[in-house]
């Protein structure tokens, strides 16, 4: 079933070698470009265009055309390459006849299929106005495994704005050959094809193309064209490769061949009549002398996941700046007073009399102005960060996004791991008004460790230990619940060790929707049994991996990420167990296996120096506000806010339900 793509969303690709098929209202120049991990394309040798088709890996056509299809070989990239992206410009650009902005002409269609013609994914380039070259899909690499993403990124500078973008050095004089490569070959282009019906029923006759001189003649529409290209083994130097590399063969350009029989209907059945959603909006132009209004998604990123995730640290930086500045300018004020002071001080004369209060005074009086100053623009910087959250938070989703947010109303079982996810909220006491997000990029790096001691409040109330082990054991499962939500169905498995059973009410969550591995495994000989267990998977994924043979798992394997949640530690461990948390904690994430520990920092320091490294190895949290989060930019205390709930809710357990449901699904 074709999976009919929008801006910004993805689909797996289980297939290596694929056709990438463009239809436009008018001819239109294909490149294809090759990136890093970071998206950056290193040199010319990294883009297959008209001027030189053929990359390892990669073919396109040699003209402009309005139908194209593009060959591709994912197995003939280089470790070095990580994207592949889909490149479409206007002849016009380089001066040619026709119109010059996406605006002007139907939406292009980009679909990926298979050698055997099926639809993998496809995707209808909307929202393009004053563009003449745009990203329109990129095929890339993660954890081992391919996806395409459809992105519909214009530029109105044309190819060399867009190949700048990318980060290729010779962006300019390339997209002048490329303009000067299609100029020659505009006499020979293929036109237009037969207007397309509209999105609600895409369902077309695909047209052959006319062949080049270059291709022995010409050809009516509608006749039988050339057979896409063979796969060949022709000698080619492309990024990072030496020698011969599969490559596709043939010296003409890929061109589409004619399709027998009826029209092709490529519309998903279930959505015949809906259209991909607008582009995100844009800031309306801000009043005279006023800031611009903000807009959520407007950072940079290739999705919309990517542009919020981006914009919250944007926020998060410009916090700590603003707040940097402020404490260091009253620091500065009250530096300067004390130096007044001391030097009015140091005058027997200004002792006596009125002369030495006025001095005091007005050295108060200046820096009582040199903090209102740092204090005004502390608070216009505040207000406008308080805009942006407004606008923000609600947009945000449902991994990025707190459990009030009606984002979780609407919750499906994901099929892609997201960027980050959310651990709570961060503030400083300079700026009460206003929470960021703390965002915490997936897969883990590190385990978390709850600290379930006594402890004062920052509102002053005092929580007495009963109630701080309840409400650490309430955020380790709000935590657990929003990792289980963001994972696909049987990507994240949660184990549970709670030797005395004291967490049985917390836990009721996982436990009653069954989304638990197992129940939670209780006294000495469960807590054994788990710890064998996941340390035993450690040190196979480990050899498997060191011996370059991951795939040689047992079969049944679980490949999905762990938690080990540790209830009430360290209360039923011996020695050895805790050895085995140790080296959990050390060697665990990088095999994906990761610790969740709710316990007492000074009940835990009866073992002494041996859990220190434990403790140092884990992200501590608070179930309680607490100013405790140090960041290593500027230094500042932020305090942090667990994830907590809302009283009465029922959304963790609606989210729980949909997640075992789809866990059940998945086992079948």
Same mark, same amino acid.
């Given at each position: 079933m074709t999976a009919e793509l929008v801006r910004g969303q993805n689909h797996p690709l289980s297939q290596s070698r694929l056709e990438i098929r463009v239809s436009a209202g008018t001819p239109v120049v294909a490149v294809a470009a090759l990136g890093d991990e970071n998206g950056r394309i290193h040199g010319v040798e990294w883009v297959a265009h008209p001027g030189a088709p053929t990359q390892p890996g990669l073919e396109v056509s040699r003209q402009a055309a309005a139908d194209h299809r593009l060959a591709v070989d994912l197995d003939a990239m280089t470790d070095a390459v990580h994207r592949v992206g889909v490149l479409l410009a206007l002849p016009a650009a380089g001066g040619g006849p026709g119109p010059a902005r996406f605006g002007a002409v139907a939406a292009p269609f980009v679909a990926v299929t298979g050698l055997d013609g099926d639809e993998v994914a496809s995707y209808t380039i909307t929202?393009?106005?004053?563009?003449?070259?745009?990203?329109?899909?990129?095929?890339?690499?993660?954890?081992?495994?391919?996806?395409?993403?459809?992105?519909?990124?214009?530029?109105?500078?044309?190819?060399?704005?867009?190949?700048?973008?990318?980060?290729?050095?010779?962006?300019?004089?390339?997209?002048?050959?490329?303009?000067?490569?299609?100029?020659?070959?505009?006499?020979?282009?293929?036109?237009?094809?037969?207007?397309?019906?509209?999105?609600?029923?895409?369902?077309?006759?695909?047209?052959?193309?006319?062949?080049? @001189?270059?291709?022995?003649?010409? +050809? &009516?529409?509608?006749? $039988?064209?050339?057979? =896409? %290209? /063979?796969?060949? !083994? #022709? *000698?080619?130097?492309?990024?990072?490769?030496?020698?011969?590399?599969?490559?596709?063969?043939?010296?003409?350009?890929?061109?589409?061949?004619?399709?027998?029989?009826?029209?092709?209907?490529?519309?998903? @059945?279930?959505?015949?009549?809906? +259209? &991909?959603?607008?582009? $995100?909006?844009?800031? =309306? %132009? /801000?009043?005279? !002398? #006023? *800031?611009?209004?903000?807009?959520?998604?407007?950072?940079?990123?290739?999705?919309?996941?990517?542009?919020?995730?981006?914009?919250?640290?944007?926020?998060?930086?410009?916090?700590?700046?603003?707040?940097?500045?402020?404490?260091?300018?009253?620091?500065?004020?009250?530096?300067?007073?004390?130096?007044?002071?001391?030097?009015?001080?140091?005058?027997?004369?200004?002792?006596?009399?009125?002369?030495?209060?006025?001095?005091?005074?007005?050295?108060?009086?200046?820096?009582?102005?040199?903090?209102?100053?740092?204090?005004?623009?502390?608070?216009?910087?505040?207000?406008?960060?308080?805009?942006?959250?407004?606008?923000?938070?609600?947009?945000?989703?449902?991994?990025?996004?707190?459990?009030?947010?009606?984002?979780?109303?609407?919750?499906?079982?994901?099929?892609?791991?997201?960027?980050?996810l959310r651990l709570g909220d961060l503030r400083l006491p300079e700026a009460d008004r206003i929470r960021i997000p703390m965002l915490l990029r997936l897969p883990l790096e590190r385990g978390l460790w709850i600290d379930s001691g006594r402890a004062d409040t920052i509102d002053g109330s005092f929580t007495d230990s009963h109630d701080m082990r309840r409400l650490a054991m309430d955020t380790a499962v709000a935590h657990a619940a929003r990792l289980l939500a963001v994972y696909p169905a049987g990507e994240f498995t949660v184990h549970v060790i709670d030797p005395a059973g004291s967490g049985t009410q917390p836990l009721a969550p996982l436990t009653g929707t069954g989304v638990l591995a197992a129940p939670p495994a209780q006294g000495a000989a469960g807590v054994t049994d788990v710890l064998s267990r996941l340390t035993q998977r450690v040190d196979l994924v480990q050899m498997a991996l060191r011996g370059g043979a991951p795939d040689a798992l047992p079969p049944g394997f679980d490949t999905s990420q762990q938690l080990l949640i540790v209830n009430d530690f360290p209360h039923g461990f011996d020695d050895r167990a805790v050895n085995q948390l140790r080296y959990l904690a050390d060697e665990g994430p990088s095999v994906g296996v990761h610790l969740m520990m709710v316990a007492d920092r000074e009940e835990s320091s009866a073992y002494g120096p041996l859990l220190d490294p434990l403790w140092r190895s884990l992200l501590r949290l608070t179930p309680v506000p607490d100013s405790h989060l140090a960041d290593p930019w500027v230094g500042h205390a932020w305090t942090y806010e667990p994830p907590l709930v809302p009283a009465g809710s029922q959304v963790l357990h609606q989210v729980l339900t949909q997640v075992a449901a789809a866990r059940r699904a998945w086992n079948r």
């Amino acid at each position: 079933m074709t999976a009919e793509l929008v801006r910004g969303q993805n689909h797996p690709l289980s297939q290596s070698r694929l056709e990438i098929r463009v239809s436009a209202g008018t001819p239109v120049v294909a490149v294809a470009a090759l990136g890093d991990e970071n998206g950056r394309i290193h040199g010319v040798e990294w883009v297959a265009h008209p001027g030189a088709p053929t990359q390892p890996g990669l073919e396109v056509s040699r003209q402009a055309a309005a139908d194209h299809r593009l060959a591709v070989d994912l197995d003939a990239m280089t470790d070095a390459v990580h994207r592949v992206g889909v490149l479409l410009a206007l002849p016009a650009a380089g001066g040619g006849p026709g119109p010059a902005r996406f605006g002007a002409v139907a939406a292009p269609f980009v679909a990926v299929t298979g050698l055997d013609g099926d639809e993998v994914a496809s995707y209808t380039i909307t929202g393009l106005e004053a563009e003449s070259a745009v990203v329109a899909l990129e095929l890339y690499r993660r954890q081992g495994a391919w996806k395409v993403r459809a992105v519909g990124q214009g530029y109105t500078g044309g190819l060399a704005e867009l190949l700048t973008d990318q980060g290729l050095p010779e962006a300019v004089p390339l997209a002048g050959s490329i303009n000067e490569a299609v100029a020659r070959g505009l006499a020979r282009s293929v036109q237009a094809p037969p207007s397309r019906p509209s999105d609600g029923d895409r369902s077309r006759q695909t047209a052959a193309p006319a062949l080049g @001189p270059d291709q022995g003649g010409t +050809a &009516p529409q509608g006749a $039988p064209g050339p057979v =896409p %290209p /063979a796969y060949g !083994g #022709q *000698p080619s130097g492309g990024p990072g490769q030496s020698g011969p590399q599969p490559s596709y063969g043939g010296g003409g350009a890929a061109e589409p061949s004619a399709t027998t029989g009826g029209p092709i209907n490529y519309s998903h @059945p279930g959505r015949r009549n809906s +259209a &991909p959603p607008p582009p $995100p909006p844009t800031a =309306p %132009p /801000a009043q005279p !002398g #006023q *800031p611009a209004q903000p807009v959520a998604g407007d950072a940079t990123g290739w999705s919309m996941e990517e542009r919020l995730y981006n914009q919250v640290w944007g926020m998060f930086e410009d916090l700590a700046r603003s707040t940097a500045a402020y404490r260091s300018a009253v620091d500065f004020a009250e530096s300067r007073m004390d130096k007044e002071l001391e030097q009015a001080l140091s005058d027997p004369r200004s002792r006596i009399g009125g002369q030495g209060d006025a001095v005091r005074e007005a050295a108060r009086a200046r820096h009582a102005h040199l903090v209102d100053q740092a204090r005004e623009v502390l608070d216009r910087d505040i207000a406008q960060l308080v805009a942006e959250a407004d606008v923000v938070e609600p947009a945000l989703p449902p991994a990025f996004a707190r459990w009030d947010n009606p984002a979780w109303h609407a919750y499906r079982v994901p099929m892609e791991i997201p960027m980050a996810l959310r651990l709570g909220d961060l503030r400083l006491p300079e700026a009460d008004r206003i929470r960021i997000p703390m965002l915490l990029r997936l897969p883990l790096e590190r385990g978390l460790w709850i600290d379930s001691g006594r402890a004062d409040t920052i509102d002053g109330s005092f929580t007495d230990s009963h109630d701080m082990r309840r409400l650490a054991m309430d955020t380790a499962v709000a935590h657990a619940a929003r990792l289980l939500a963001v994972y696909p169905a049987g990507e994240f498995t949660v184990h549970v060790i709670d030797p005395a059973g004291s967490g049985t009410q917390p836990l009721a969550p996982l436990t009653g929707t069954g989304v638990l591995a197992a129940p939670p495994a209780q006294g000495a000989a469960g807590v054994t049994d788990v710890l064998s267990r996941l340390t035993q998977r450690v040190d196979l994924v480990q050899m498997a991996l060191r011996g370059g043979a991951p795939d040689a798992l047992p079969p049944g394997f679980d490949t999905s990420q762990q938690l080990l949640i540790v209830n009430d530690f360290p209360h039923g461990f011996d020695d050895r167990a805790v050895n085995q948390l140790r080296y959990l904690a050390d060697e665990g994430p990088s095999v994906g296996v990761h610790l969740m520990m709710v316990a007492d920092r000074e009940e835990s320091s009866a073992y002494g120096p041996l859990l220190d490294p434990l403790w140092r190895s884990l992200l501590r949290l608070t179930p309680v506000p607490d100013s405790h989060l140090a960041d290593p930019w500027v230094g500042h205390a932020w305090t942090y806010e667990p994830p907590l709930v809302p009283a009465g809710s029922q959304v963790l357990h609606q989210v729980l339900t949909q997640v075992a449901a789809a866990r059940r699904a998945w086992n079948r």
